[in-house]
């Protein structure tokens, strides 16, 4: 005769180890989240601040490739265009204006900046004019630096980032942090 073996071991999990498994999730995120939080809104700023420089060579770019001066308009909340100045119209027929008034644009809407609080130097200054030759001409005065911050976190938290602009057209994005070792190419 065969003897048949039952299987009177368990299958799966019984309510109560998955009540306990959702309440240890529950307190792992709820110790996680503000952690996330900083970490996504510095990510916003640095999302801003790369956003800028990007747009400062794109405008230099443009002005050496187009043979014209090209401007970048910092707007609200990081927002920003590029843009000839003057507008140079269609000279070969093509339809197209040879340098158009806007040539790129960004809306602060599109990287979530709304809570970024952007400042240049000198204030006020929100133009920046680039010779066909991608130096920075001097009328309109421009800015030379552009500090981005947190509007929502604290000063302990906020991972602030400056973009810097050269005369000679160089844009660089660094951290104003002094704390930063001196050999730091990441310092002001």
């Not at 989240?33 to 420089?53: C, D, F, K």
């Not at 990007?54 to 050496?64: D, I, K, P, T």
């Amino acid at each position: 005769m065969l003897k048949r073996l039952s299987n009177h071991g368990q299958r799966g999990f019984s309510l109560i180890e998955l009540m306990i498994a959702v309440v240890i999730f529950g307190i792992v995120a709820a110790l996680a989240m503000p952690s996330y939080l900083v970490w996504i809104q510095n990510t916003r700023i640095r999302a801003a601040a790369e956003s800028i420089q990007n747009g400062l060579q794109v405008a230099r770019a443009e002005a050496v490739k187009r043979n014209a001066r090209v401007q970048f308009t910092l707007g609200v909340n990081s927002a920003w265009t590029v843009g000839c100045n003057p507008v140079v119209p269609d000279n070969n027929g093509d339809g197209i204006d040879d340098c158009p008034a806007v040539i790129q644009r960004r809306e602060a809407k599109d990287g979530s900046s709304a809570d970024i609080t952007v400042a240049t130097v000198p204030a006020g200054s929100n133009v920046v004019e680039f010779n066909n030759f991608g130096r920075v001409n001097a009328a309109p005065v421009p800015f030379v630096q552009v500090d981005l911050d947190s509007a929502v976190l604290p000063p302990a938290d906020s991972r602030n980032l400056r973009v810097t602009l050269g005369v000679g057209g160089n844009v660089r994005m660094c951290d104003p942090e002094l704390a930063l070792s001196l050999t730091d190419p990441r310092r002001c």
